[in-house]
């Protein structure tokens, strides 16, 4: 079962503490093959992630939890940063 998670924040991520989950912000990685190059996909299923990161949804707000997308056929991971 894959889980998914909201994510409000567009691909270069969002300021803006919300309150409820205590998440102002998100840094965002490219997924990278061995050679350096990017991890190709067509939908973030196709990205690997481990058992703590999920597969990002875009219906809005910054993801709760650490979780994947599929940003122009390649990889990103997506990492909330907690409220200062």
């Not at 490219?30 to 990161?53: I, S």
């Amino acid at each position: 079962m894959v889980k998914a998670l909201f994510l409000t924040a567009g691909l270069f991520g969002a300021l803006g503490c919300s309150p409820s989950s205590n998440i102002c912000n998100q840094t965002l990685q490219p997924l990278l093959l061995t050679d350096g190059g990017p991890y190709p996909c067509t939908r973030g299923d196709d990205c690997p992630r481990g058992a703590e990161t999920y597969v990002c949804t875009t219906t809005g707000g910054l993801p709760p939890l650490q979780c994947v997308s599929c940003d122009g056929n390649a990889c990103t991971l997506h990492v909330p940063v907690a409220c200062q």
